[in-house]
Nanobody
Framework: VQLQASGGGLVQAGGSLRVSCVVSGRTFSRRTIAWFRRAPGKERTFIAAIRWSGGPEYYADSVKGRFTISRDNAKNTVYLQMNSLKPEDTAVYYC??????????????????WGQGTLVTVSS
């Protein structure tokens, strides 16, 4: 399974950006796709997750109501729409694939394939 994240860039506070994650290889062998981020000097943290088969979406409290995760199974792509961006959203955003269950969805260790990351910079 390979993951390719893209769509990062520089945006002003209050603006929007959409990042994408294209999954290739044995795409559906990993049922959950998640987004994590690593801000400068901080640890990697969970942002959002979705399953290829549908069902509930999962969000970190810090992004609820601002970020939306979605999927296009036909394109093997998962998106993260980010609205009302804040300077504290500045980070490298990574997508990951795994067979996380509900109780492990937010844990990096539940994902065994990772993309290379895409940098999102929010200016104040």
């Amino acid at each position: 399974v390979q993951l390719q994240a893209s769509g990062g860039g520089l945006v002003q506070a209050g603006g929007s950006l959409r990042v994408s994650c294209v999954v290739s290889g044995r795409t559906f062998s990993r049922r959950t796709i998640a987004w994590f981020r690593r801000a400068p000097g901080k640890e990697r943290t969970f942002i959002a997750a979705i399953r290829w088969s549908g069902g509930p979406e999962y969000y970190a409290d810090s992004v609820k109501g601002r970020f939306t995760i979605s999927r296009d199974n036909a394109k093997n792509t998962v998106y993260l729409q980010m609205n009302s961006l804040k300077p504290e959203d500045t980070a490298v955003y990574y997508c990951a694939a795994g067979n996380a269950i509900t109780s492990t969805t937010i844990q990096p260790g539940a994902y065994d394939y990772w993309g290379q990351g895409t940098l999102v910079t929010v200016s104040s």
